[in-house]
């Protein structure tokens, strides 16, 4: 992360705190599943199935991890299909998404609002993309805390200087994102989302620069 522009940081940085906000929750809503973090669901899921092969515990994992993978391939669409301002319209798709899934739990038709959540997080990971492969991964962060601590070792050794401290931020934005949510979700419930569409939408600006910036440059 530390070879991107401070744009792109940034951005990466807010849909750190919106995949937080996102998966808490979902978290909480759920019952101790997430909507971003598909280790942990997959974890769940092998549990469930030693446990209680037949049990919901078991079902909704899979179920979650099925729309994950439906948002990701999503949004690799949408960027090959758009590769002038592919974060703009991805983030646009995830708005669209999120309003939809605030608007359907207002209205009673809650049983739409968790998947809506699920797609728009797993559209997110194309946001940062190089030669084909996510550059920064914004719902997850063991890789992020393993590149924090490599970089941290390197800074010891003097051998880096302030490389690992990209990381760190990126890490503390989902942290940061994750008790926002929580918060919120324990005042508010599942209306909370709009809070989140919200923030989406603001991270549009910052996408536009970056989108801007990378028809002149290297695509990331």
């Known amino acids: 992360m530390h070879t991107h522009d401070r744009q792109s940081r940034l ?3 807010g849909l750190a705190m919106l995949a937080g906000y996102i998966d808490s929750m979902g978290f909480l809503a759920l019952g101790g599943f997430f909507i971003s973090f598909m280790s942990g669901n997959s974890t769940r899921l092998s549990v469930g199935f030693a446990e209680a092969p037949l049990a919901l515990t078991t079902f909704l994992p899979v179920g979650i991890i099925f729309l ?10 949408i960027r090959h299909y758009n590769p002038g301002r592919p974060a703009v319209l ?12 605030a608007f359907f739990y207002q209205t009673g038709i809650e049983i739409l609002t968790i998947p809506l959540m699920t797609l728009a997080m797993g559209m997110a ?21 393993v590149k924090l ?27 940061l994102g994750a008790v926002s949510g929580a918060l919120s979700f324990h005042y508010f ?22 989108d801007a910036a990378h028809q002149t440059g290297p695509a990331s």
């Open 11 to 13: 951005l990466a940085s």
């Open 68 to 77: 994950f993978l439906i948002g990701v391939i999503l949004g690799r669409f």
């Open 90 to 101: 991805i983030l646009s798709c995830m708005l669209m998404c999120l309003l939809l899934g």
């Open 125 to 145: 990971n194309n946001i940062f993309m190089r030669q084909g492969e996510v550059a920064i991964g914004v719902t997850y962060m063991t890789g992020t805390l």
């Open 149 to 175: 601590g490599q970089n941290f070792a390197n800074h010891l050794l003097g051998t880096s200087q302030w490389q690992w401290l990209p990381y760190l931020l990126l890490w503390l934005g989902l942290i």
């Open 189 to 210: 419930g599942l209306m909370s989302l709009w809070f989140a569409a919200g923030f989406c939408g603001l991270l549009i600006i910052p996408a536009i620069k970056l």
